[in-house]
């Protein structure tokens, strides 16, 4: 893609949706950090369906610590590894509270020093919770990055630092998440609806020329 090709590609998208948001659902910043703990290897509506009832019931770090991981397990077992992210979760909670007074650092250090918060979780979060201009590379974006051009990488790291050094600003803080809905419903893996697609005019792969992208590795 060229850098024009780049602006047209985002244009678009914000033009058919100009305030994208995550499909996790959540009421504060410690639920999002927790829903997206959760959502490794996991879709977006099975985690959905799993803290609508978690979060009724622990929606503070302390109301979820006191729940213990027996507690929480119940509540999310229809989420792959769950017990392991149960583990994370009630550990989390004790650190938050310990270290930083109950409340979700804004910091990516302090985040990914969370146990089960890897670089795209703490992304996440600096991007949906505090505003900041991060790329959550998950497979998704890894995939529409590469196919499309936009920024290849053979790692999702490389993949980031291409997207912030290529995206242009005005759309940076919403890049992700077009991204993300992209190779969600359009970009997908296996069939990619490139006839229909929006910006597939400034697609390197285009749509007879559908690339198969590195695997996502994270």
């Not at 609508?52 to 729940?67: D, G, N, Y």
């Not at 749509?207 to 992208?213: E, G, I, L, N, S």
Request: hydrophobic content about 40%.
């Amino acid at each position: 893609m060229t850098p024009t090709d780049i602006e047209h590609f985002f244009a678009t998208l914000r033009a058919a949706n100009p305030a994208p948001v995550t499909e996790l659902e959540y009421a504060s910043v410690f639920e999002l950090l927790i829903a997206v703990l959760l959502s490794a290897q996991a879709t977006d509506v099975s985690v959905n369906k799993a803290t609508r009832s978690l979060f009724v019931k622990a929606p503070t770090p302390r109301r979820m610590l006191e729940l213990d991981v027996a507690g929480v397990e119940a509540h999310i077992r229809t989420i792959g590894l769950y017990r392991t992210k149960a583990r994370h979760v009630v550990e989390t909670c004790r650190i938050l509270l310990e270290q930083h007074e109950g409340r979700v650092p804004r910091d990516r250090a302090a985040l990914e020093a969370l146990p089960g918060v890897g670089r795209k979780t703490a992304n996440v979060v600096l991007n949906c919770a505090f505003g900041e201009e991060t790329m959550a590379v998950d497979t998704h974006i890894f995939r529409v990055s590469n196919r499309s051009g936009l920024a290849p990488g053979r790692t999702p790291l490389e993949v980031e630092n291409g997207l912030l050094e290529r995206v242009p600003a005005a759309y940076r803080a919403d890049a992700h998440h077009w991204l993300i809905l992209h190779g969600r419903y359009v970009c997908t893996a296996r069939q990619p609806d490139c006839r229909s697609c929006a910006v597939s005019q400034w697609c390197d792969s285009g749509p007879d020329r559908v690339a198969q992208p590195p695997t996502y590795n994270p």
